[in-house]
């Protein structure tokens, strides 16, 4: 079995991503890493060439400044990354997300066991969403709880956006894929960054989804959204988390809701009561 890791990242560095620590804690457990590298105005490139490895192979790109549907640049860079791999499996994982080193095993074995059954087309993770410090995980419907990040590399399939995977059969309209759970976490850090790297972050990506964000000036979130997270973080983490992640949040319980967060918020009681939840899925389980 030969598994291709993947991802795509710009000035990962002025944006606070741990793009390096990402790649490095999948790196055990792939044959190969592709990292699609777009132009970028910082020592991303640097800091991905110093990476002690011959599995790394770094793609050279151009980003598409007129591309401002809904993201698709993301998803342009994402799979001229994909279709870099050459493994039997493709692993993505984004800038922010990263693998404790206890699951490695687990995700491997995963892979083993369903390598020979072609129903399986896809593995999905649960999440853990960081939101404001690494102490607190976001929980409510607004956040994905499970997605895929792995793709049987021998289907066609393709990338909407940065997000998730589209499968498509003879040139029919595309579905999501067949999926089963690795029964591990991603750890995603992407809302834990430092305010002027979130400052940066929304300066400079909303373009991509013809979106003008307002100036970040902090983590607001409901409260009821938000669970204390009691759990270790992974090891390969704990530089940045020492040195890039905000500590000093606690949730406001003074929180003005928002429409969109009081509906989340009747959501969650909803699922409280019928032991379900409504999240969108971006897969079908088999």
Known sequence: MKVSGFTFIRNGTLLGYPFVESILSALPICDEFIVAVGDCEDDTLSRIQA??????????????????????????????????????????????????????????????????NPEVEALVFDYHHFFGSPDWVAISPAWYRQECRIIRNTIRSWAPDGLYFVV????????????????????????VRSVEAMRQKNERVGKYWKQDHP???????????????????????????DTEAEKSFSPDMHHVLTRREKRHRLVMMIEKNLGFKFNKKHFSLI
């Not at 100036?215 to 983490?237: E, M, R, T, V, W």
């Open 215 to 241: 100036l970040f000036n902090g983590y607001q979130i409901d409260p009821d959204a938000l669970a204390p997270f009691n759990k270790s973080h992974p090891k390969i983490l704990t530089n940045w988390l």
């Open 168 to 191: 498509m059969d003879k040139n029919k309209k595309g579905r999501y894929p067949r999926a089963v759970l690795v029964n591990a976490p991603i750890y995603h850090y992407g809302h």
């Open 51 to 116: 990476i002690d490895s011959d599995k790394i192979k770094i793609i050279p790109t151009q980003w598409n400044e007129k591309m401002q549907d809904r993201g698709f640049v993301y998803a342009q860079q994402k799979m001229i990354a994909q279709y870099n791999c050459s493994g039997d499996w493709a692993f993505y994982l984004e800038g922010d997300e990263i693998l404790h080193e206890n699951d490695l095993t687990k995700i491997r074995a995963c892979m083993e066991k369903h390598l020979n």
